[in-house]
């Protein structure tokens, strides 16, 4: 089941499943994904321009992968067509190219509620998009080093507060 799940999340890139199966899938698929990072460039290079120990490690690293996820699946898409996908070259090729920089943390989970039937827990399991320097990025740019946040909101909640007991 947990093999199932990380392969629809590398396929997909988002699944919705249960909290508990989602923390499972979670560790399971940033190990995988954390294989074809430490990789560097050798993952995404063609073989022809590899080196000997660089073509063993490449094996060495596709067949751990491919030990915990299929490496041939068909998707179908939405005009019904399907196309056959090799999971070990997407985790390595583009995942592993998408998380170069980042140190960790590949997933996002995203809590919905619970379930109708049996009031289970439900999430939604998402391999996140850019590398980490995006990230601190989008965050400096919001807040300035030195500046606080503006207090105009709080002193107006207290204003609002007083109002309320004054009557």
Known sequence: MLRSLTANLVLHERIETTDAKAKEVRRVAEKLITKARRLGKTAYTANEKLSDKERVR????ERLIASY????????????ETTKVNLVEKVL???????????????R?????PRRGDNAPMVGLELLDG????AEGEASQTMKE???KPKKAKKAKTEAKADVKAE
């Open 109 to 113: 989970v995203i809590k919905f509620g």
């Open 146 to 148: 030195g500046e606080e």
């Open 69 to 80: 996820v299929p490496r041939f699946v068909t998707r179908t898409d939405k005009g019904g």
């Open 131 to 134: 590398s980490a320097a995006t």
């Open 58 to 61: 490449r094996l060495a690293a």
């Open 93 to 107: 090729v583009e995942l592993g190219k998408r998380y170069a920089d980042r140190p960790g943390g590949y997933t």
